[in-house]
């Protein structure tokens, strides 16, 4: 697997799309999407993540034209005014926005953090990480930390399911009320610790499997209850606020469960949707959704501004280490190609000519290595000017010139250039082929 190829990435997000079209865009499933995207042509590596904020995958090819044309039909349902397309360097800024919150419906909100590093290992097992996806994805998680360390981005409402709550509070009175939470995963429980902190008199925690959803009621001070999904036609009529969060594909909550429940705030935070919006339709219940929760949020973000600032700098600082180390290993690998086939014909002609010298009379020691330094100092004065100038290349993104080199030379050198199959960001930082001679590489740094 090539160490070096260009991203192209397309992303529906809540900024641009509704709940249905982000749904519309996750397809199966962040493996099924992978396996399809590596069935592409041209496709070496993908990588999909799917939250209930956004839906969006990303390709590796030999150039981006190539990876927009692979990710072309990606969420062909979709209008197209909801779907972004991301070339290289916009795919790195994005991936970085997404793991610092930025691009969160919740500005700052821890959750996604967790949602990228399972997105990347579900991608990893589908085979659809390598070498540049792996280096964009580490490093993007990396500005993650370094936003919430360095800056109070994640200071307040701090999830969706905090939010939700806070929507709540301002439609009912949750004083001695009860409050269901669908779901005991981590938005699930993050709102169920919301909760906690209002005065809701009880709170019952509904999930597919029960035990599960006595963890979340262990972390609650509030008498609480954990029950079965299929328990809720019998609770949801006496609840005051129903917060729903599975990752269910069906829907969860049906109209049928609110009849006769009289005044009830469903607020569905899921994506796909858990609860069936015509249930709103029953008299006395309001069913909210994630593009519902765009007011509180908004309040979030205006509040968060400077701190925002202080992360899009980390970003820019990010960003321009790794597309600089993108760059050096761009051009190296073009540079590795031109040193490996010089060594071949070095080789070659050095084992020509000491078996002239050998049969003349014979060489000493001494004498056969000023003829190998020499050899040497002939290819790294001639490629020392290829070498600044393919550098020189990659610096300026003239990525044709790179190619055109790499096509200069043997198929056979140009696949020993492509490298081991794993790659580290900080090895891509320090990197440069092992082939250039100390003399050059000295010359070069100067």
Not at 78 to 100: C, F, P, Q, T
Not at 313 to 328: F, M, Q, T
Not at 344 to 366: F, I, N, P, W, Y
Request: charged content about 30%; glycine content about 8%.
């Amino acid at each position: 697997m090539r160490e070096t190829g260009a991203i192209a990435g397309v992303s529906v997000a809540h900024a641009d799309a509704t709940v249905d079209e982000i749904e519309a865009a996750g397809g199966d499933g962040v493996r099924a999407t992978v396996s399809d995207l590596l069935a592409r042509e041209g496709v070496e590596e993908a990588f999909a993540v799917q939250t209930c904020n956004r839906s969006e995958a990303y390709v590796v090819t030999d150039r981006t034209v190539d990876g927009t044309t692979a990710l072309s039909t990606f969420a062909p349902d979709v209008r197209g005014g909801a779907v972004r397309r991301l070339d290289h360097e916009e795919s790195l800024e994005h991936l970085m926005r997404v793991a610092s919150g930025l691009e969160s419906l919740v500005l700052g909100e821890d959750q996604i953090i967790g949602q990228l590093r399972e997105a990347y290992e579900e991608s990893k097992s589908a085979g659809g990480i390598g070498p540049v996806l792996k280096d964009a994805v580490t490093k993007a998680l990396h500005v993650g930390e370094r936003a919430r360390t360095e800056t109070e981005i994640n200071e307040g409402v701090v999830s969706l399911g905090s939010a939700a709550v806070r929507l709540a509070a301002g439609e009912i009175d949750l004083t001695d009320g009860t409050a269901v939470v669908v779901g005991a995963g981590e938005m699930g429980t993050l709102a169920a610790r919301t909760l906690d902190d209002t005065a809701v008199s009880e709170i019952v925690v509904a999930n597919r499997t029960v035990p599960h959803a006595e963890f979340v009621v262990e972390e609650v001070d509030t008498p609480a209850e954990a029950v079965s999904l299929a328990d809720l036609p019998a609770i949801i009529p006496d609840a005051d606020l129903v917060v729903t969060a599975t990752g269910s594909p069906d829907l969860v909550v049906h109209p049928s469960y609110v009849d006769g429940a009289g005044r009830v705030v469903c607020i569905d935070i899921a994506q796909p949707r858990d609860v069936d919006p015509a249930a709103g339709a029953r008299e006395g219940v309001t069913v909210y959704d994630i593009d519902d929760l765009e007011d509180v949020t908004r309040r979030t973000r205006e509040s968060r501004a400077e701190e925002a600032r202080k992360v899009e700098s980390i970003i820019d600082e990010e960003l321009d280490r790794i597309l600089r180390a993108y760059k050096r290993k761009r051009a190296d690998d073009a540079i590795s190609a031109m040193y490996a086939g010089a060594d071949q014909v070095k080789a070659r002609e050095l084992d020509r000519a000491m078996s002239k010298l050998e049969a003349q009379g014979g060489l000493t020691d001494e004498q056969r290595e000023t003829v190998e330094d020499l050899a040497d100092a002939l290819v790294g004065q001639l490629l020392a000017a290829p070498t600044r100038s393919l550098r020189d290349a990659a610096g300026e993104d003239d990525w044709e010139t790179i190619r055109t080199a790499l096509r200069l030379f043997d198929p056979e050198f140009t696949a020993e250039a492509d490298g081991p199959e794993e790659t580290d960001i900080a090895d891509a930082a320090a990197g440069g082929p092992d082939a250039l001679p100390d003399s050059v590489a000295e010359e070069l740094d100067d």
